[in-house]
Structures are given as structure tokens and as C-alpha cells.
């Protein structure tokens, strides 16, 4: 690594060093293939610019030995369902006339089915060698789903909350100062929503005014399509503009830190379950036609205390079976993927903000958020106003604006 300190006297120096123009601004730098990156892309137009500046640091990262691969798949690779292995060139591939392809591991002779057998490949056969990790020794794959995406769009037109009923009485009460802050500023014009989840879900009516309101419904289960129309048809009830919700969302947060336990001193939190898997569903299939005719989309918030532990999506904090905690890791995975998926499509960015030190199985989790513009952001502790200065930023951010990155102090 080459770091100069010294500021630069003209632009063609840097040109001259890479053997390239004069950079004004590079746009669509790959920083994986490049030997050579800037610490800035941004360069002085002028000389005097450049004097001006000279004491803003410039590095250059230099990768001497670096191999230069071809371009990335954009796809997840292919796995074996026995041994994880990766479908590679030793791999035989029986290719079916409907697209759909299987392929025997190579380690442990499992045939698994070909999920990407049908990509880019709708006109004639697919063929081996339209496959370039079935070609190559060496290949690079790009999963989309795991590329963090910025959204560029306008303010979303709805905020769903999905909140967690196993946070305590004192944390509750913490969460309901941080939400009132939060709900001051969200955009004129918007709506809101909020779901409670435990083993059951709680879908609360935002529009009522003088009292505490909610369907209730199993969490064990993502909900029946026939349910799912039931709600949307009257979602203005779950789902009201902020100059409502804003008073009735503090209210049912106050109302659940009444109803809420009070920790004891030492108590672990291992009989809480959360069935946050069908929440973010219901979240997802209520926000996905609150506008059809603008995709602006919306911003799901969601504040966890603990690892998703109960119906879809739900792994367990620890196990005793190690093959049953590596099914539910697997299944979950594929869950979050799916509703990450239906996310993108509607423009729907979700947060999620898990709070406390025990173990989120982030790996699982960003599987929901990475492809939709959202994050997993860990916070120590509900009083911490961490908390609250992230919420903030994470909602600027999906308005598209990108003048904030997420403050983590270790
Ligand atoms: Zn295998």
C-alpha cells in the first residue's frame, strides 16, 4: 500500500502513474479487478484547486500480484444439498427439456437440482457450455441478493414499525421515547403502520384514537392468502396517514410497555420466542399495494430484542442438534431471500435494528435486507441514544438521500 501525504501537483501525474487520462471523476470503478484504486475518486479540475486541498490526504491502494479474473456470475453458485460443495467443471449435468437441469456433486454424488438451469437461457437448449462454472477451473460469482443496494427514490409513502413484545416494561418505555422522536420526523404526507410480533402477531389499527386496537393472529404460519385480502381491503385501518398515527403509535407503544413483563435481575431471555418470519410477511404483503400506481415503495422498521426463533424464518440462539440448527439456518436463509425478492420488487426497504448483546444471526438476517437498500444494525441497549441518532439516519437514507452513514461505537 502507497499512502502520499503530500497532495499532488497536477492531475497527469496520477494519469501517468496508471497510464490512463487524467481522471476528472471515474465512475464504475471495479474495485475488485483494479491493481490500483484511489482512496478518492474525485480529482482537482485545476492547479490551484489542487494547492487549495493539499492538505487532504491521497492514498492509493496497489495490488501488485493481483490476478485479473474474468467477469463475475451474478448469481448465487449452486450447492450441494449433502456436503455444501460447489458446482464446478468435474461436475456431470443432465440438462431436461423444460430448462430445469440436475448435477451430481462431485464429492459426494448427490444430484441436485440446477436452480439457475433457466437464466438468460430462454431461447434453444441450455447447453454445458453456456455454464461458465461448469467450463472454467475458477469462477467468480456475484450474488445479487447479497450486493448492497442504495434506493434513490423520494420519501417512501408508508412506515411500518414491527416491533418486538418480548422487549421488557423499562425497555419499552425507552423505545417509546426514541419512536416519538422518530415519528416527529417523519415527512408530511406519509402513513404508518405497526405490527407487534411474540408468538402471535399483533396488527394494530393506527387510526384509532381513543382506544387500543389490533387483529391477532398465529405466528407459527405465514397468513393465508384469503387473510392477506381480507386486511388489504381495509388497510387504511392499519396503515394511517402520520398526522393520526403519530399520537395512536405512542399510545400502543405505551400501551404494550404496560402489558409488558418486568425483567428480574439475571433473567436470561431463553423462553422468548419471536415469530418475526411471518411479521416481516405480513409487513411485505401489506405494504406491497398500499400505492400500486406509485412505486415509491415504503420502509419496514424493525426492532428486535433477539434471534427470530419461532415459525418461518425463526433459528434458534443455540441447540443442542447440530443438523436441526443447520436445517433451520438453511430454511431460514431461503425464507428471508424470498421476502428480500419481494421487497425489491415493491421498493420496500427494510431495517433491522437488534438490540442487545445476544446473538442475531446476522448472516441469516442480512439475507432480508442487503438487496433492498437496508441494513442489520446492532445497538447495545435500548437507553443508548445510538439507537435513536441510527433510526434517524436510516431513515434519511431511505429517502434517498445519502448524507449519513450509521454511527457504531465498539
Ligand atoms: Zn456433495
Not at 177 to 188: A, F, N, V
Request: aromatic content about 8%.
Amino acid at each position: 500500500v502507497l499512502m502520499s501525504n503530500a497532495g499532488f501537483s497536477s492531475s497527469s501525474y496520477v494519469g501517468d502513474l496508471l497510464q490512463a487520462q487524467p481522471i476528472k471523476e471515474q465512475s464504475n470503478v471495479d474495485m475488485e479487478t483494479q491493481s490500483c484504486s484511489f482512496s478518492s475518486q474525485l480529482v482537482p479540475e485545476s492547479k490551484g484547486l489542487s494547492k487549495q486541498i493539499a492538505s487532504v490526504p491521497f492514498g492509493l491502494l496497489f495490488t501488485p500480484f493481483q490476478v485479473q479474473c474474468g467477469e463475475a456470475l451474478r448469481k448465487p453458485p449452486s450447492q450441494c444439498s449433502q456436503c455444501s460443495a460447489y458446482v464446478n467443471c468435474f461436475s456431470s449435468v443432465v440438462f431436461n427439456r423444460d430448462h430445469s437441469a440436475s448435477w451430481t456433486c462431485s464429492f459426494c454424488g448427490t444430484v441436485n437440482t440446477y436452480l439457475q438451469a433457466s437464466e438468460g437461457l430462454q431461447i434453444g437448449e441450455p447447453q454445458r457450455e453456456h455454464f461458465m462454472e461448469l467450463m472454467q477451473s475458477e469462477v467468480d460469482f456475484i450474488d445479487p441478493l447479497q450486493q448492497p443496494f442504495v434506493s434513490r427514490g423520494s420519501s417512501p409513502p408508508f412506515y411500518m414499525f414491527l416491533v418486538d413484545g418480548n422487549i421488557t416494561k423499562a425497555d419499552m418505555q425507552d423505545l417509546a421515547r426514541t419512536l416519538t422522536h422518530i415519528l416527529k420526523e417523519l415527512p408530511e404526507g406519509c402513513h404508518v403502520g405497526f405490527i407487534s410480533f411474540t408468538t402471535i402477531l399483533s396488527l394494530y389499527e393506527t387510526t384509532c384514537g381513543d382506544h387500543v386496537s389490533c387483529e391477532v393472529y398465529s405466528g407459527l404460519n405465514i397468513l393465508e392468502e384469503d387473510e392477506i385480502e381480507v386486511l388489504r381491503s381495509q388497510r387504511q385501518k392499519f396503515i394511517a396517514p402520520i398526522e393520526v398515527a403519530r399520537k395512536n403509535v405512542i399510545s400502543i407503544v405505551h400501551y404494550i410497555a404496560h402489558a409488558a413483563e418486568e425483567k428480574l435481575p439475571g433473567q436470561k431471555n431463553s423462553n422468548q420466542q419471536r415469530a418475526f418470519g411471518s411479521a416481516i410477511h405480513l409487513a411485505l404483503q401489506l405494504g406491497k399495494t398500499l400505492d400500486s400506481e406509485h412505486s415509491h415503495g415504503g420502509h419496514i422498521i424493525s426492532i428486535l430484542n433477539g434471534c427470530p426463533n419461532y415459525g418461518l424464518g425463526g433459528v434458534l440462539e443455540s441447540f443442542s442438534q447440530e443438523q436441526e440448527i443447520d436445517y433451520r439456518v438453511d430454511e431460514a436463509t431461503k425464507f428471508y431471500r424470498n421476502q428480500a425478492q419481494l421487497a425489491r420488487r415493491n421498493n420496500i426497504t427494510v431495517d433491522l435494528y437488534c438490540v442487545g448483546l445476544q446473538s442475531f444471526r446476522v448472516r441469516v438476517l442480512q439475507n432480508l435486507v442487503l438487496s433492498n437498500g437496508g441494513s442489520v444494525l446492532l445497538v447495545k441497549e435500548f437507553a443508548d441514544s445510538q439507537l435513536l441518532e441510527n433510526m434517524q439516519l436510516g431513515i434519511r437514507r431511505s429517502g434517498g438521500r445519502r448524507n449519513g452513514s450509521f454511527d457504531i461505537r465498539m
